[in-house]
């Protein structure tokens, strides 16, 4: 007798019950649990609901307005200059009366850093504290997770790493080494497999593991691109010979390294020109005709409003494909004012003097500056070495992710800046470098990734503040009286953060690439 044979009787007494287990298991129980968890998603129980205000950023305009969603979608924003009245058996209406609803921010330049360096950030923490700031979508950069995101394999893995951890939507960008041009099936199979597009470094990146390429490398990736018609950002430094690194008398390497001064000297603006200068050169391919059509180039966190911002204007007006985008902390402070021995204010490039920030300022209305973007880039705070406060050795790289709205707005405002520009900037800017057709405005059939706050409102970043990423004390933004508090953040419908609380788990998606 097969074992098999022994089985047949066993089956049949059990096939019934085994059947109306199944079905009731299918029918019954499985839609219970997944209602259940859709509904950790959000603070709200309701799916179709209005928000309503007397501020709307949309696209015509800032007007008093009424934005329905129903699931993750909005499916109408009409003009009112009252609130809709509340109906039985309607939808919800949340009047906030005069706070601000618009677009939730969408930041492409975050290193979240995992897996692999989870204790220097993580998906967790980095889109609770993205929730809190209103910013409803983001895009991971390729380092300084470990291993960083340069391979097919490696992409999968953040994938991986991902999985259940993101309160809003994560994209990735790839990464571009000397490894991945010399084998270009291996970038092929990276973008194939979900990056959004490709980063690399002109200059040391600070880690090991993410090699930095030439001006020719980049050159050699833009043709497999413009294939699939997504961009290339860089961090645009190239190592030029400092002058004050020469005068150093011999035996006197970090001589004031307390200094920000001394800092600031070892990385001059002629980095960032030179490199600009090279990118433009190489940028003449994506013109209409040329090798690379379809494919882009994005300057990341320029801090040079003169000559490096000239050249890149010079290349758009030839018709090559450019974009740029500055950081926060290049808007907020001045090299003269950082304190000695503050290393929380240390990124690359350096923050530069008072007058380059007011050109900056400038560059962004004239809409010479694309977009803004965090460059959030936390360690471990021993790396930054706070107690020895030794700018030279100290890592370099600024927290920022949550602070972002009332940054950019309270340096704004007192410069004249509009919530449409702010949105400008930080939405609908970003959605098209990222290509997320699907969000950056509030309009019909649009994600419901909206921010609801109070720019009038005013808070001090003091350590009572609720802080959600990783490493709360250190920031450079710490102590700060800041404008602009985010009451409500929805992400794809969820209401994933509400005054100081978030959903009770985490619900958004990876963000891959739109075919
Ligand atoms: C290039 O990468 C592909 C994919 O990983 C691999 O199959 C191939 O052997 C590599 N080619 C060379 C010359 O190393
Ligand atoms: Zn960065």
């Not at 880039?377 to 706070?386: C, N, Q, R, V, Y």
């Amino acid at each position: 007798m097969e074992p098999a044979d022994l089985l047949k009787p066993l089956l049949r007494g059990w096939s019934l019950p085994l059947l109306v287990f199944t079905v009731a298991y299918t029918l019954v129980y499985l839609p219970f649990v997944e209602k259940g968890l859709e509904e950790g998603c959000s603070l709200l129980p309701e799916t179709h609901f209005v928000l309503y205000s007397k501020r709307v950023v949309t696209p015509n305009g800032v007007v008093p307005a009424a934005v329905e969603v129903e699931g993750e979608r909005i499916i109408s924003v009409v003009k009112r200059s009252e609130a809709p009245k509340q109906r039985d058996g309607g939808p919800r209406v949340l009047d906030y009366s005069n706070a601000v609803i618009m677009p939730g921010l969408i930041d492409v330049h975050v290193h979240l850093n995992e897996p692999g360096r989870t204790e220097w950030e993580g998906f967790l923490t980095g889109t609770q504290a993205a929730a809190a700031g209103g910013v409803t979508a983001l895009v991971d950069m390729p380092l300084n997770s470990f291993p960083t995101t340069t391979s097919k394999d490696t992409l999968l893995l953040k994938l991986e790493a991902a999985k259940g951890k993101l309160f809003v939507d994560v994209g990735f960008w790839g990464g571009l080494v000397p490894e991945n041009v010399a084998n270009l099936t291996v970038m092929d199979e990276l973008l194939n497999a979900g990056a959004l597009g490709l980063k690399s470094f002109m200059c040391p990146s600070g880690i090991n593991d993410f090699p930095h390429t030439t001006a020719e490398d980049i050159k050699a990736a833009l043709p497999v691109l413009a294939r699939y018609g997504r961009p290339m950002l860089v961090h645009a430094e190239v190592v030029q010979p400092s002058p004050e690194e020469r005068s150093l008398q011999p035996g006197e390497p970090s001589e004031n390294s307390r200094l920000y001064s001394r800092y600031h000297g070892t990385r001059p603006l002629s980095w960032e020109r030179t490199a600009v200068q090279q990118l433009t050169e190489v940028a003449k391919d994506t013109a209409v005709g040329g090798p690379a059509e379809g494919a882009h180039i994005h300057v990341v966190h320029l801090s040079d409003p003169e000559e490096s911002l000239h050249l890149i204007k010079e290349a758009k007006a030839a018709g090559s494909s450019m974009s740029v985008e500055t950081s926060p902390h290049y808007l907020a402070f001045a090299a003269e004012e950082i304190p000695d021995g503050e290393t929380q204010f240390k990124c690359n490039p350096p923050i530069r003097h008072a007058d380059y920030r007011e050109l900056l300022w400038k560059a962004l209305q004239a809409g010479d500056i694309d977009m803004i973007s965090t460059d959030h880039s936390p360690s471990a705070p021993e790396m930054k070495l706070l107690e020895e406060g030794d700018f030279l050795k100290a890592w370099g790289g600024i927290s920022s992710l949550q602070f972002v709205l009332p940054v950019t707005w309270t340096y704004g405002a007192s410069r004249g800046i509009t919530l449409e520009q702010l949105v400008k900037w930080w939405s609908t800017g970003p959605s098209k470098l990222a290509n997320f057709p699907r969000k950056g405005s509030l309009e019909f059939g649009k994600d419901a990734d909206i921010v609801i706050w109070d720019p009038e409102a005013s808070f001090i970043l003091d350590s009572n503040y609720p802080i959600f990423h990783k490493h709360k004390q250190v920031t450079p933004y710490a102590g700060q009286t800041l404008s602009g508090k985010v009451i409500a953040t929805f992400a794809r419908g969820h209401e994933v953060f509400r005054e100081g609380y978030h959903a009770p788990r985490p619900c958004g998606t990876p963000l891959l690439p739109v075919h």
